[in-house]
């Protein structure tokens, strides 16, 4: 593998890869691949690893070509029709849950749900949360029912589009979330193939001249929907981190936060209603 793909992915990421790999098609361990490494490798996985060493040379994310990516501790479906989970987003979900962990009966609403990563881990890890979800995309929310089913997590799942969609009832919501599109297209020459070539726009891209496109219905339905001491959690482009952070501010919530990643980006804006 390394001989292939290193000059594509560099060595770290071909071990990553490497470990997906022995977990999902092997379903072996870390410590497994250690164990069993002078062990015969079943008649199936030659032709199957060289299939995967060729996709991925065509840069297709390894989580397309086993059909499954982790995330938080979960198991969960991706397709073409959905991003691939990031660990930042891993982040977001453990800030609500760390915050809300004790809590019971919140009122939640994921907006552009994708395959269903942040609201089904919330469903999972809140207690007796109420969890709802919205895509634009029908084949997205084809992939996140799918999850939800699979993980036993109670969501419910609705088509809508965020840009044009009517105000929300007035103190409905506990915690509204959401990971919307904030690349800018200009940002795309320093993107990888895997994700230009594989993964949907629609989720990804925003316009140069309006990087805050999704954020501003998003923000206006926290000021109507979320109830008093509700909480809302974003998201963002680290370039646009003080102005999303604004726009929140300007349309009156309180307690307004940024939040770095793993990596000293900042990921996450937080605030109360």
Known sequence: MHRRLD?????????????????????YSTVDSILRAQNEAPEFIPGRLEDIIRRLERNEPIQHILGVAVFHGHRFSV???????????????????????????????????????IAISLARALK???VTAIDVSQEALAVAQANAQALKARVKFQRADI?????????????????????????RADMERNVLDYEPANALFVPDDDPLLFYRPIVR???????????????VNRRYASDVAALITAAGLVDTRIHLDTFGNQRFVTAQR
């Open 7 to 27: 000059a594509i992915y560099g060595k770290g990421e071909v071990d990553a890869i490497a470990r997906i790999i022995m977990e999902e098609v092997l379903h």
């Open 128 to 130: 007796f949360a109420q």
């Open 79 to 117: 397709t073409r029709a959905t991003l691939v989970p990031r660990p930042e987003t891993e982040q977001l979900v453990d800030l609500i849950v760390d915050g809300n962990g004790q809590r019971e009966d919140l009122r939640v609403m994921d907006v552009g749900t994708g395959s269903g990563c």
């Open 163 to 187: 840009l044009a969609m009517p105000l929300w009832p007035a103190q409905s919501l506990d915690i509204l979330v959401s990971n919307p599109p904030y690349v800018c297209h200009s940002e």
């Open 221 to 235: 339905q926290a000021a109507h929907a979320l109830a008093d001491g509700g909480q809302l959690y974003l998201e």
